[in-house]
């Protein structure tokens, strides 16, 4: 029903999240981060809460792996989860999905990246979705437009089989704010037509694109 990506990025210690789903308001319930702890993508048969708890775990000292899998232990329908999980400090990921997520379905741990995807076109979205983002780094583009790349991959594979109906990016870094507000981007289109398009459209009105 949906394909995620959750990031770092070392030069700017920026960590963020991207989504695309088929079904409406898709930024409501899956992406999750916080500055200097890390994110988190919650899809398939989506529990919300599984965001803020795993971060929770990581901010108490909990690598992504060990945070995810006590998350998991609490949750009944855990089968029916998918979840990637990145560190902020280093870079680290998780994943995992469950027996009972829709097909197709794929996940995949990259060089400070992880990707899951689930009821998409192609279950190698989620491998390719990790090699875009760091294809784009490396060729120094910025965060953000590397986050926008991985999720127009997804896309241009086939995404949701449903039709790609919404999309959502958060990124958290520094603030002036302190850690009160840590959100550097949160941007949401809740229905369309072509959700990132219109992502990439309000990211760029919002002159954050090219700046970070």
Sequence with gaps: MTYSIVAIDRRSKLVGVATVSGSVAVGSRVPWARHGVGAVATQAYTNPALGPRILGLMASGLGPREALRKAL???RGRE???VAVIDARSGEGAVFSGS???REFGQYIGRDCACIANMVASSGIAVEMCRAFEEAMSGGRSFIESLLIAISVGHALGGDVRGDRSAAMIVCGSTPFGELYDRVVDVRVDLSTDPIKDLRRVLEALGKLYKL
């Design 100 to 102: 009972s997520i829709p």
């Design 73 to 75: 232990e609490e949750d």
């Design 80 to 82: 029916m989860r998918q």
